[in-house]
């Protein structure tokens, strides 16, 4: 079994930063690529971002370019998301998944393992 964790989310003000956390446990050698969706209220969850095992390819929604930074660090087994610039449309359970193929995968589908996730709120 793999479990994720996320932390670090809050509520911030417009403009502001976060970083989220996901710590990945348990098989974690079956853990490749990894990703962050979130989900607004009464709104289908949404792809954000998402990088291979090897931290050599990510991608990002539109949405978040350029101001969302994925990356991973596997000997702390532990992905992160730092979200800049933040806009009342940020607002959302961000969750962080995983997927035993190292390379990147971009819907939920492509995705075994799931985090509870973590409540970002952005005041104007």
């Known amino acids: 079994q793999v479990q994720l964790e996320e932390s670090g989310g809050g509520l911030v003000q417009a403009g502001a930063s976060l970083r989220l956390s996901c710590v990945y446990s348990?098989?974690?050698?079956?853990?490749?690529?990894m990703a962050w969706f979130r989900q607004a209220p009464g709104k289908e969850r949404e792809f954000v971002s998402a990088?291979?095992?090897?931290?050599?390819?990510?991608f990002y929604a539109d949405s978040v370019k350029g101001r969302f930074t994925i990356s991973r660090h596997n000997a702390k087994n532990t992905l992160y998301l730092q979200m800049n610039s933040l806009k009342l449309e940020d607002t959302a359970v961000y969750s962080c998944?995983?997927?035993?193929?190292?390379?990147?995968?971009?819907?939920?589908?492509?995705?075994?393992?799931w985090g509870q996730g973590t409540q970002v709120t952005v005041s104007s």
């Open positions: 348990g098989r974690t050698f079956s853990i490749g690529g």
């Open positions: 990088i291979s095992w090897n931290t050599e390819n990510t």
């Open positions: 998944a995983a997927r035993p193929s190292g390379m990147i995968g971009y819907t939920e589908r492509d995705f075994t393992y």
